[in-house]
């Protein structure tokens, strides 16, 4: 079984300043880590994913994630953020099975 | 191209009522997966499909839940008897194969509030 947990329900933070959104799995087998975003009132898009190709992954709108075994983690960063970016962010996982598992996803707030 | 699309966008019930939420995936996407959104949690996972075949539904919470996918294209998802805990937001995805690497590309939901 697979499980996400995503440490901080809202993080705020200054426009230009960076953002870190954390997010540690749990799985028996090895994994596969997705982030999604979602604006208000739509669909969750597919911002980045790790398939085991390479552990640093960049994605649309200047993010990337690190994955790292030894810390369970796949933390999403983005080195300066912009008033476009708030919306919310899921962590996902898959394994075996193609269904995701998602975390409770963290409220990204950007202030001037 | 088209991306996923749900409909009804917005739908009310009252509680008891039968309600029908329609899935229009990606064209040529094997793969088709409900999940559901309550709010201020993430998607939980309801069913999943490869062409017509429900090869999981190990998420649906009661038997008043149901979903099919006849000619493996479109996909219902059917709640029979509505009760205010349905109130969520229902979302819909497709993947082309249902590789678990695969990008799962979602609609923009059906939010159900059920009074």
């Known amino acids: 079984a697979q499980s996400v947990t995503q440490l901080g329900s809202h993080v705020s933070v200054s426009e230009g300043a960076l953002v870190l959104l954390r997010c540690n799995y749990s799985?028996?087998?090895?994994?596969?880590l997705f982030w999604y975003v979602q604006y208000p009132n739509q669909g969750l898009q597919l911002l980045l994913k790790?398939?085991?190709?390479?552990?640093l992954v960049k994605g649309i709108n200047g993010f990337e994630a690190e994955f790292k075994k030894s810390e369970t983690s796949f933390h999403l960063t983005k080195p300066s953020a912009h008033m476009s970016d708030a919306a919310e962010y899921f962590c996902?996982?898959?394994?075996?099975?193609?269904?995701?598992?998602f975390g409770t996803g963290t409220r990204l707030q950007v202030t001037l | 191209g088209a991306g996923v699309s749900q409909s009804p966008r917005y739908k009310v019930a009252k509680r008891g009522q039968d309600v029908a939420l329609r899935c229009d995936p990606i064209?040529?996407?094997?793969?088709l997966f409900w999940y559901q959104q309550a709010l201020g949690q993430g998607p939980e996972f309801l069913t999943y499909?490869?062409?017509?075949?429900?090869?999981?539904k190990s998420g649906l919470p009661s038997d008043r839940f149901f979903a099919e996918r006849p000619e493996g294209s479109v996909s219902t998802l059917k709640i029979q008897r509505t009760q205010q805990e349905d109130s969520a937001v229902y979302l819909c995805a497709s993947s082309p194969r249902g590789m678990s690497e695969e990008t799962q590309y979602f609609g923009p939901g059906t939010r159900l509030l059920v009074l």
């Open positions: 996902a996982v898959t394994g075996t099975a193609s269904k995701l598992t």
């Open positions: 790790y398939t085991s190709a390479a552990t």
């Open positions: 799985s028996s087998v090895p994994p596969y």
């Open positions: 499909f490869q062409n017509e075949a429900q090869l999981d």
């Open positions: 064209s040529g996407h094997v793969s």
